[in-house]
C-alpha cells in the first residue's frame, strides 16, 4: 500500500511539472505596465442640468423662467439661428409644440414652453424660434431636448427669430 502511495504521489508530481513546462512563464507572470486610456465615446451620457442665472432674471419681463437658464449662441449677434441637425436628432424629445405667439410677446412664448417641457420627465431643455415672421401666419415653435443644449450646437440660419435655447437648472437658489 505504501509502495502504491508513493507511486501515486510520482505520477501526481511527475504531472503537475509537465504541466507547468508546457505553459510559458511570461505568459504566467506577464502584466501590462502601459495605462489603458480612455477613449471619448458618442454614447456618454449627456448632461441633464447645468448652473447659471435663471431666465427670469436675464429677462426681467415679468414672466417667471426659474427653473431655466437661458443659452444663446455666445459672442454672435444672430437673431436667426437653430440646433444643428446631428445634436437635434441625438436628443430630440418630442416637438415642434406650436404656439400662436408673435416675436412680439418675447418671452411669453418660452415662459409658456416651459410647462410643456415641464411636463416630460425626459426633458432637459427646451428650444424656442418663431417661423414665419411678418406674416398672418407667424408662431413660436418649441422643441424638446433630453439634454442641456450646448452654445456649440448652435448654427446661423435665416428667416426665423430665435428665442433661445432654456437649459434646466440643476439648483434652483441662483
Known amino acids: 500500500m505504501a509502495a502504491t502511495m508513493k507511486l ?7 504531472t503537475l511539472a509537465a ?14 505596465t502601459d495605462p489603458i486610456l480612455a477613449t471619448p465615446t458618442r454614447d456618454a451620457m449627456p ?8 431666465a427670469s432674471k436675464q429677462h426681467p419681463a415679468g414672466y417667471p423662467i426659474n427653473d431655466y437658464t437661458v443659452v444663446t449662441p455666445g459672442d454672435s449677434n444672430w437673431t ?21 405667439f408673435t416675436h412680439q410677446s418675447e418671452p411669453y412664448g418660452p415662459f409658456k414652453c ?3 417641457c415641464n411636463s416630460d420627465d425626459s426633458c432637459a431643455a427646451y428650444f424656442v424660434w418663431y417661423a414665419n415672421v411678418g406674416t398672418d401666419n407667424e408662431h413660436l415653435n418649441c422643441v424638446l431636448f433630453d439634454a442641456v443644449i450646448p452654445t456649440s450646437a448652435f448654427i446661423e440660419t435665416t428667416g426665423t427669430i430665435a428665442s433661445g435655447a432654456y437649459d434646466k437648472l440643476c439648483d434652483h437658489s441662483s
Open 80 to 100: 436667426s439661428y437653430e440646433v444643428k441637425q446631428d445634436w437635434y436628432n441625438d436628443h430630440f424629445v418630442s416637438g415642434p409644440h406650436i404656439m400662436s
Open 19 to 32: 504541466v507547468s513546462l508546457a505553459v510559458p512563464p511570461q505568459a504566467i507572470h506577464h502584466r501590462v
Open 8 to 14: 501515486i504521489s510520482f505520477l501526481l508530481l511527475a
Open 47 to 54: 448632461s441633464v442640468c447645468t448652473n447659471g442665472m435663471p
Open 114 to 116: 416651459q410647462y410643456t
